[in-house]
């Protein structure tokens, strides 16, 4: 029965009105690495702000809140309704013995008041704190360092343009957790090595929440860039590793990225990123490699596949090839080192790196990567597919009115065999992957109409 009853605790959730898509997989994601999981009785909306949750202990709780990047906070709910007045009834239905720890006389608390979509008056903020007498508050009250922080918060809606007089919803509930600190501490702005690509800090964490990643885990980046998709795994305690064709960008060396900087730093790398966070200890390596070629040996190696692949539009995708090969160009790169490039299609990057995460993923292991997608064409059909490789979701962000790009997270759940290697090449919907090849100059296409329009209104 206490399990029962415990299973039963409701916290609500006050989430970012940001990346709203990646919100539901994040918090997904993070409940099931604690133990926990969805059911039918959570009441989400999605592009809310309000979520209420069902989770089994405080601390799950709290651990949920230390890595979600899409939620500001997280309250144990002691109430809510659609009006004041269930509100009210709903708070003196909850059980007395479960306030009485945070009420007594002993202790200061604090309420505070937050409502989305509309502003408050300080005298409307206090005629609502005070309509909470009924409750049974013992100890006093300390504005500046309470032990216990009580919030009010109000719902008027997703329409600026059309906010109600009353609120849709009312929720009370006794302040858990809450953190932001992350994004900001980790903004590229204050990176010490950054390249034309690096990743944004909110949506690195994302990434490695959805990828599960937790402490000791090892996780892998082939296309690794300044190494930011790294940092993230690092600050959860993950051990890290990455491999990059381009000899200069994994060495630091060659033109800064940054504004006003001609060449780069001598500290100016991988390593220097992660230590510059304290994370040193949790790299592994980073090395010069050629993803489409096979320098690992057979068998599963990695926790979390976590990569941003090129798709041409800053960066250009390219592999090692030979004199017999097409070539594109022929780049000399730093001390002598000298490599052929040839054009690498994407959906070859594609179709090497499913191949890939499924012979060398842990099983349950998550490969997450950034899918591009012209959108006039888009069907979940061209999502690219692997018997070992489950779905777990898949997420848009827009890029133009006409392009973005989908964040895939899939799952390991089938051991990889011989057989497996190239069995996508069997399935009648390979053809429609191809499509991805012309992502570059369908996307270019797009902004060159787009110009031209503007100086045609200009010209009006």
Not at 294 to 322: C, H, N, Q, V
Request: aromatic share 12%; proline share 5%.
């Amino acid at each position: 029965m206490a399990l029962a009853a415990q299973a039963l605790r409701r916290y609500l959730l006050l989430l970012a009105q940001e990346h709203l898509e990646f919100r539901l997989p994040e918090i997904a994601s993070l409940l099931s690495l604690c133990g926990g999981q969805f059911s039918g009785e959570q009441e989400i909306r999605v592009n809310s702000p309000f979520w209420i949750l069902n989770i089994p202990s405080e601390e799950m709780a709290r651990g949920l809140m230390k890595r979600t990047v899409c939620a500001k906070s997280i309250f144990e709910l002691w109430g809510h309704g659609r009006s004041a007045g269930e509100l009210y009834a709903s708070l003196k239905n909850y059980p007395t013995d479960k306030m009485l720890p945070y009420l007594q006389s002993d202790s200061t608390y604090k309420i505070h008041i937050h409502t989305f979509n509309k502003t408050l008056t300080q005298a409307q903020k206090i005629k609502k704190i005070d309509a909470l007498e009924f409750l049974p508050f013992k100890g006093k009250v300390n504005l500046k360092n309470p032990e216990h922080i009580f919030w009010i918060l109000e719902d008027y809606g997703m329409n600026p343009n059309d906010v109600p007089e009353e609120p849709i919803h009312l929720y009370f509930g006794r302040w858990v957790h809450g953190q932001r600190e992350l994004i900001e501490s980790y903004s590229v702005k204050k990176r010490h090595f950054i390249g034309n690509t690096s990743m944004d800090a909110c949506l690195s964490f994302i990434m490695a929440n959805h990828a599960r990643v937790k402490p000791n885990d090892v996780v892998y980046d082939p296309f690794v860039g300044t190494g930011g998709l790294l940092i993230s795994s690092a600050h959860f305690g993950a051990y890290v590793c990455g491999t990059d064709i381009d000899y200069n960008t994994i060495h630091g060396l060659g033109k800064a990225s940054r504004k006003n900087q001609k060449w780069r730093g001598p500290d100016e790398n991988i390593r220097a990123n992660l230590r510059q966070y304290g994370l040193e200890k949790y790299y592994l390596d980073a090395l010069v490699a050629d993803s489409s070629r096979p320098i690992w040996r057979k068998g599963m190696l990695f926790d979390a596949i976590i990569t941003d692949p090129p798709y041409g539009i800053r960066e250009a995708p390219r592999r090692m090839g030979s004199q017999k090969e097409t070539v594109k160009s022929v780049e000399k790169s730093t001390e002598n080192h000298f490599f052929v490039s040839s054009s690498y299609h994407l959906s070859d990057i594609f179709f090497d790196l499913l191949k890939f995460a499924a012979e060398h993923l842990v099983m349950g292991g998550r490969l997450v990567y950034w899918l591009p997608i012209y959108r006039p064409e888009y069907t979940e059909e061209i999502i690219p597919r692997h018997p070992c490789l489950k779905l777990i979701s898949n997420c848009e962000q827009m890029l133009s009115s006409h392009t973005s790009r989908r964040l895939i997270t899939m799952e390991k759940v089938k051991e990889f065999k011989d057989q497996d290697e190239n069995s996508y090449l069997l399935d009648g919907q390979y053809m429609p992957y191809r499509g991805h090849n012309s992502f570059r100059e369908k996307y270019f296409s797009g902004v060159t109409k787009r110009i031209a329009k503007e100086e045609k209104d200009n010209q009006k």
